[in-house]
């Protein structure tokens, strides 16, 4: 229909895609980037993050959803201390891969 508005739903979608980060922007950093994912979360943004960042360490947090920080707290300061800690020593593939299973 000409005259028909966009739903509520549809403009946030819009928009949330409209603030997207270019997929060059992550190609561009240079630095060490965590990245961590809970199993339970059924996005597929951990993985995107993964292929898009040149030094990326990507980790599964066991029993966490997208709220890691509220889910598992204990398993996010481990795994952050751990990373900032040894930096270039950091191994994902050091233990499981899996924080706290």
Known sequence: MAGAR???GDRFR???RAR????E????????VLVLSG???GSDAGN??????????FMFV??????IAAERPEALAYIALEFLERRNLFLVSRESGMAFP
């Open 25 to 32: 922007a992550f190609r561009a950093i240079k630095r060490p």
């Open 14 to 16: 819009r928009a949330r």
């Open 48 to 57: 995107r993050y993964r292929t898009l960042l040149p030094d990326c360490h």
């Open 6 to 8: 966009a739903s509520g």
């Open 20 to 23: 997207r980060l270019p997929d």
């Open 39 to 41: 199993t339970k979360d």
């Open 62 to 67: 066991y029993d966490a959803g997208r709220a």
